[in-house]
């Protein structure tokens, strides 16, 4: 029972970080319909920058941070430059290819960065877990949960309660329209994207500051998790995003625990074909036109 | 007011405007009649800055529109309602009069037009936290044309207002643009519909494959025996 219990809380914290990286995938996906599987290897060039920072100049957590996020803004507007902007509104499959190639792109620029295969980043927080009635609880665990609640909320008041997402919601709505009433689509879109990749660099920063390490393979690992839980959680919608990280981490933390760590990742895509399958939309986002079921 | 001259669109290599040019004069309804497929809807989507044009010229009280952004040549003060009212679903009515006026800063102005709107329009106010998707066709139209209208425009553009509405309702959207007219905007109309337009509007244009083929008055086009049958669907008198 205790073992339910811990494995539960550990897999809300992991989660966690799924559901912040998920957070800014579904703010891309909602405004634009495309998918920018960039996305994961844009947050690992920030990564890379901070990690370069860290060992080349001793340069201390929160600047670390800073270098991990406005690398990812400054790369995330590179692949919206080169994959997004120029493409015509109906061409997502283009834009996902080109974001395809974009990433074997960033991939080989983190390798000829630093050639190693893995380098040490800076740790979040040290220390001893904090106990409670025996549960523990690992404080840099603690930190990322906050941040994932924060930021999801902060996004959910920025697309509700200002103008901008008044904007960002029209042009959801219907983009032709939204020029209409003067919205300034390109750059709104642009904003969006730079926001965006600045939530994921906060994601990666987070996640490589409790792993303490980084690889050329966060890209790739960033993308996956980001993507199976958005799909979970429901495509375009901000709680959607963070329930969805967090189903992921808790599923993951249980089948690792009973099944072990090769099964582990089996039970995450089985579940998202389940989701696919069955409830496409997710778990909170409307089901998306293109999936409506033929009618006999 | 709006002076359209010369203007060529093209699609690839078809052109749906082989140079148009026509006038729109202050506090009046022009209309535009055409069949399908004639250029109507291409000439609004650029005037209203969605299309460029591949050559010509669009002046608002002698100010070259023609390759502005949308967003600009809303601010500069044209406003298209379109074709199928392309409304925003998934947000309230409020939200998308909100929307109307995203150029504008005032907000106290902008709270006062949308009360103006509620008064105009009592079906919005009645559903004002509705969301748009959920209104009927005629309630749409509504909430397009006052959404045009929050931008303060000083020439409405409307593309269609009656496309797939029932007569009844077509009758008030007619009844509305014709208040709206009274109330000094500058109205410049596309329609299909010549009967209802003939009630309402001052100047007529015919456009036919990209082209402008008459230009004139009402009591000119009802004269004109080719549009009387092709558009008002009277019969010639015998003999």
Redesign the interface.
């Given at each position: 029972m205790i073992d339910l219990v811990q494995n539960t809380i550990d897999g809300v914290m992991i989660g966690s970080s799924y559901g912040l990286l998920a957070l800014g995938f579904t703010l891309i996906f909602g405004v634009m319909r495309k998918l920018n599987l960039s996305y994961g290897p844009s947050i690992m060039i920030g990564g890379y920058l901070g990690t370069v920072l860290y060992l080349q100049y001793g340069a201390g957590l929160l600047a670390v941070a800073g270098a991990v996020v406005v690398g990812a803004v400054i790369t995330g507007i590179y692949v919206e430059r080169l994959c997004f902007a120029p493409m015509k509104a109906g061409a997502g499959i283009a834009s996902m290819v080109s974001s395809f190639a974009i990433w074997m792109q960033l991939e080989q620029v983190a390798i000829l960065i630093l050639p190693r295969h893995t380098y040490a980043f800076p740790a979040l927080a040290t220390g001893l877990p904090l106990e409670f009635w025996s549960l523990l609880v690992r404080i840099d665990h603690l930190i990322v949960l906050c941040c994932a609640l924060g930021l999801a909320a902060a996004v959910q008041l920025m697309l509700y309660r200002t103008r901008f997402g008044l904007g960002l919601r029209a042009i959801v709505g219907n983009p032709v329209a939204a020029h209409l009433v003067g919205i300034n689509v390109q750059m709104a879109v642009l904003l969006a994207f730079a926001g965006a990749s600045a939530i994921g660099g906060v994601a990666g920063f987070l996640v490589l500051a409790v792993d303490q390490q980084i690889t050329p393979m966060f890209g790739m690992w960033a993308t996956l998790k980001g993507l199976i839980a958005m799909m979970i959680g429901g495509l375009g919608s901000v709680p959607g995003a963070v329930l969805g990280g967090l189903l992921l981490g808790v599923l993951e933390a249980h089948s690792q625990w009973y099944f072990g760590p090769h099964i582990r990742d089996l039970v995450a895509y089985l579940v998202l074909f389940a989701f696919l399958v069955l409830r496409p939309g997710g778990l909170l986002g409307g089901a998306p036109e293109t999936t409506t079921p033929l009618k006999a | 007011m709006l002076k359209v001259s010369d203007i060529v669109t093209a699609y690839g290599k078809i052109e749906a405007l082989k140079g148009v040019s026509l006038q729109v004069e202050s506090g009046k309804i022009t209309c535009l009649l055409g069949p399908n497929g004639a250029g109507k809807t291409t000439l609004m989507m650029t005037i209203?800055?969605?299309l460029q044009p591949r050559r010509g010229s669009i002046r608002l009280d002698g100010k070259e529109l023609a390759g502005l952004?949308?967003?600009r040549i809303?601010?500069q003060g044209v406003?298209?309602v379109?074709e199928n009212r392309?409304?925003?679903?998934?947000?309230s009515v409020h939200?998308n009069l909100?929307?109307?006026a995203?150029?504008r800063r005032d907000r106290g102005g902008i709270n006062t037009d949308i009360e103006r709107m509620y008064a105009r329009f009592s079906t919005l106010k009645e559903r004002r936290e509705q969301m748009a998707g959920t209104l009927s066709g005629g309630e749409q139209q509504m909430l397009a044309v006052a959404?045009?209208l929050?931008?303060r425009p000083r020439v409405l553009l409307m593309d269609e207002p009656s496309l797939g509405l029932a007569p009844l309702i077509v009758a008030e959207i007619f009844d509305i643009i014709a208040e709206l007219n009274r109330d000094g905007t500058t109205i410049f109309l596309v329609e299909q519909n010549a009967h209802m337009a003939l009630q309402v509007a001052h100047q007529f244009f015919l456009m036919e494959q990209g082209r402008i083929t008459f230009q004139g008055t009402p009591g000119q086009l009802a004269e004109d025996e080719v549009i009387q049958r092709a558009y008002l669907g009277t019969r010639r008198a015998a003999g």
């Open positions: - | 209203a800055g969605i952004s949308p967003a809303v601010s406003a298209l379109p392309l409304v925003f679903p998934q947000m939200e909100l929307a109307g995203y150029q959404r045009g929050m931008s």
